[in-house]
């Protein structure tokens, strides 16, 4: 959580975690791949979506959202490569929220499958923290 909150590229990721009291929890003892999309990715969206999620009422469906960004567990990028040629081409993560994320390689970069097929992409990976490690992508992966 510390490395999101530093990085000025990831603050309405940050605002979307503290509107679901996840902060904590992100930052307890334990291990946890953070899958965080940037600013720019959350600007894509229709106008209007980001301060509707926000809301109180919104709670439960964001909160559903970024724990499907979250992987228990610490995957750096040669976890994440290695679990991809062992799988032939293909790694399944299960997320927090109990989703299911294809990561796969795409010539030289890792991306995400959601379960709904939309893609994204790792575009820095390895940025370590004292209980895991954030890998930004390029992209918001949503669960079905």
Same mark, same amino acid.
């Given at each position: 959580?510390?490395?999101?909150?530093?990085? @000025?590229?990831?603050?309405?990721?940050?605002?979307?975690? $503290?509107? !679901?009291?996840?902060? /904590? /929890? &992100? #930052?307890?003892?334990?291990?946890?791949?953070?899958?965080?999309? !940037?600013?720019? *990715?959350?600007?894509?969206?229709?106008? +209007? !979506?980001?301060?509707?999620?926000? #809301?109180?009422?919104? $709670?439960?469906? &964001? =909160?559903?959202? &970024?724990?499907?960004?979250?992987?228990? =567990?610490?995957?750096?990028?040669?976890?994440?490569?290695?679990?991809?040629?062992? =799988?032939? %081409?293909?790694?399944?993560? !299960?997320?927090? @929220? %109990? +989703?299911?994320?294809?990561? @796969?390689?795409? $010539?030289?970069?890792?991306?995400?499958?959601?379960?709904? %097929?939309? /893609?994204?992409? *790792?575009?820095?990976?390895?940025?370590? +923290? @004292?209980? =895991?490690? *954030?890998?930004?992508?390029? +992209?918001?992966?949503?669960? #079905?």
């Amino acid at each position: 959580m510390d490395i999101a909150i530093s990085l @000025s590229d990831h603050t309405v990721l940050v605002a979307a975690v $503290k509107a !679901t009291d996840l902060v /904590t /929890t &992100l #930052k307890t003892v334990g291990s946890f791949t953070v899958f965080a999309p !940037t600013y720019a *990715v959350f600007d894509k969206l229709p106008s +209007g !979506t980001v301060t509707t999620l926000l #809301k109180p009422e919104n $709670k439960a469906q &964001l =909160g559903k959202i &970024l724990t499907y960004h979250v992987e228990a =567990g610490n995957l750096d990028a040669v976890a994440v490569v290695a679990a991809i040629k062992a =799988g032939n %081409g293909k790694a399944v993560v !299960t997320t927090v @929220s %109990g +989703g299911k994320l294809t990561a @796969s390689l795409d $010539k030289y970069k890792v991306m995400l499958t959601d379960e709904s %097929g939309k /893609t994204a992409y *790792v575009v820095a990976a390895d940025l370590k +923290g @004292s209980n =895991g490690v *954030v890998p930004v992508i390029d +992209g918001l992966v949503l669960p #079905k």
